[in-house]
């Protein structure tokens, strides 16, 4: 049984469904500027924003049998318009996250028009330790 990289709600990203090859965490802090005379502009932080995660990956369809579904499973969780929880392969629970959005290319299409890969960009959005 391959590793698994990350369990998103009952989702878990590995090489048999969606492994991600690249994990990108964004942290954002809002700040509001006030025009000064003559001066530099005022700033006060006002909040810090959601954190977040964007995932890239490949999936192989004919590799290992992993078929074309998986990415649809992403956007059925995603459909579902609820937190989830996300757990890294170590077992470290990371609270809970909702998807923001979910992107699919398919290339190197075969008989039939079935993508030799896919390939898939998702964004995450931290909802907060408990739901």
């Known amino acids: 049984m391959a590793s698994v990289l990350m369990s998103l709600g009952g989702f878990k990203f590995s090489i048999t469904t969606a492994a991600y090859s690249q ?3 964004k942290w954002e802090w809002r700040w509001a500027q006030q025009a000064l005379i003559g001066r530099t502009d005022a700033l006060q932080c006002v ?4 954190d977040s995660v964007s995932l890239t990956g490949e999936v192989a369809p004919s590799l290992l ?3 074309t579904k998986q990415i649809q499973t992403l956007a059925d969780l995603g459909n579902e318009m609820e937190p989830k929880l996300m757990v890294s392969g170590e077992g470290d629970v990371l609270g809970y996250w909702v998807i923001k959005s ?3 290319t398919g290339t190197r299409f075969i008989r039939g028009g079935l993508p030799r890969i896919q390939t898939y960009q998702m964004e995450l959005l931290f ?4 739901v």
């Open 65 to 67: 049998s992993v078929g």
């Open 23 to 25: 994990l990108v965490k």
């Open 127 to 130: 909802y907060g330790d408990s």
């Open 47 to 50: 909040g810090k924003a959601s």
């Open 102 to 104: 979910l992107q699919e």
